[in-house]
């Protein structure tokens, strides 16, 4: 009997240093393997990644007619998770061009300033353009939401900075969706997102779509 009860905290124990082993997100990466191996993904096609702004927008491809959109976003990602998996995110896909959405969620901590996001950005970049040097980039502002009212300023900070280093940058695109979501008292609408106050509706993803699409490359 004693060995039976060493045995058994024995396997919990080694469970317990299995799970915490798991990278964050390790499943979400797994899910994507797997739907690429049920189903090849299309050659040359646009790669969305990022956060769960991408990952609820599951019809995205009835936003843009005539693209072909692979979508990789995975809810609660941060810049660090993205650069984290690049190797599973990006090289696989070959795309002819990568639009990002990530930052948000690394701001949405008192402990992470703007240019940490910046930093995270930076290396996401240099990772990229070590893969490749030619492919388009883009990357979609921080958005503005009404439950992270108090990190709008980080995020001011965070996009112009953003903004004006895209801006030296070769094939490589900044989309400002921020001031589109903003109403005339300058903060979020309402209007635009789900009751959570953070994920946007299909009016908040429409107003995404009308600035995106000159962005994005056929």
């Known amino acids: 009997m004693k060995r039976i009860c060493l045995l058994f905290v024995w396997l919990s124990l080694s469970v317990m240093g299995v799970q915490a082993q798991t990278p964050r997100f390790y499943k979400d990466i797994q899910h994507f393997k797997e739907l690429d191996r049920q189903q090849p993904p299309p050659k040359k096609a646009i790669l969305f990644i990022g956060s769960s702004s991408f990952t609820k927008w599951k019809d ?80 979609i502002s921080i958005k503005p939401s009404p439950v992270r009212i108090k990190y709008l300023p980080k995020m001011k900070e965070a996009n112009a900075t953003i903004k004006a280093y895209i801006a030296k940058q070769k094939n490589t695109r900044y989309i400002d969706v921020f001031p589109a979501m903003l109403g005339e008292n300058g903060r979020p609408m309402p209007s635009i997102f789900l009751s959570d106050s953070l994920h946007m509706n299909a009016g908040g993803y429409e107003i995404w779509q009308k600035i995106m699409r000159p962005y994005l490359k056929k």
């Open 60 to 139: 995205v491809g009835e936003y843009f007619p005539g693209y072909t959109i692979i979508n990789r976003g995975f809810g609660g990602s941060t810049l660090k998770d993205l650069i984290y998996y690049f190797n599973d995110l990006v090289p696989v896909y070959r795309p002819r061009q990568i639009v990002i959405y990530c930052g948000e969620n690394d701001l949405a901590n008192n402990a992470t300033p703007a240019d940490s996001a910046v930093s995270r950005f930076k290396h996401l970049l240099s990772l990229i353009r070590g893969y490749n040097k030619k492919v388009p980039v883009a990357f």
